[in-house]
């Protein structure tokens, strides 16, 4: 069941992500601006970067009772389409495997948990946050 949130919110201006030479650069920035408009939103950040043997997730947070796992992505134009259109199977599922070994801290009773998206889209100069709330599920 997805649910979409999108908002037009002025944060880390979108011109500072373009000023970044680097893609590790320029995923700081958005994953900085995303992290303080989740909080905007209710969430309780948990972890940042997190990675282990099986890859990298951006954000995990709380959002109430449920932990989520969320991937960020950001774009300054629509050239190539929205950014929340660019999380492909492949990376869906190396975000469950990460989730998975990251829930092993919870032993016998693992928390309600989700896969969520922010996409994040420069609009001027403000970014346009896009959050698909329970954007895929493991083995779907």
Request: include cysteine; hydrophobic fraction near 40%; charge should be negative.
């Amino acid at each position: 069941m997805e649910a979409r949130v999108t908002v037009v919110a002025r944060s880390r201006s979108p011109q500072e992500f373009s000023d970044q030479a680097h893609t590790h650069g320029r995923g700081r920035i958005a994953e900085q601006a995303g992290v303080e408009w989740l909080v905007t939103q209710g969430y309780r950040i948990e972890e940042r970067n997190l990675s282990n043997v099986a890859g990298e997730i951006d954000i995990v947070a709380w959002d109430g009772d449920t932990l989520c796992f969320i991937e960020v992505k950001a774009r300054e134009t629509d050239r190539y389409g929205l950014a929340i259109e660019t999380v492909p199977r492949s990376k869906q599922t190396r975000i469950g495997r990460v989730a998975s070994l990251y829930l092993v801290r919870y032993d016998d009773t693992p928390p309600e948990c989700r896969f969520d998206v922010l996409g994040m889209d420069a609009e001027g100069e403000a970014w346009r946050f896009t959050l698909i709330r329970d954007a895929f599920v493991l083995g779907s």
